[in-house]
């Protein structure tokens, strides 16, 4: 996973938690599993309707 073990991913979080606060991380996850959620229906739709039919 791009040569980020449990300590470095412990230390990022940990930034983040001190940047956005306890508060404000919830929201910025669920923001960013929509995101991710939409951009994975989108690639399928575009591979559903590119492919040729037989």
């Known amino acids: 996973m791009l040569g980020l073990g449990t300590p470095e991913l412990l230390i990022i979080m940990a930034i983040a938690f001190l940047i956005f606060?306890?508060?404000?991380?919830?929201?910025?996850?669920s923001g960013l599993g929509k995101g991710i959620s939409s951009f994975k229906k989108g690639i399928k739709e575009v591979d559903e309707t590119t492919k040729p039919d037989a």
């Open 21 to 29: 606060g306890g508060s404000k991380l919830p929201e910025i996850g």
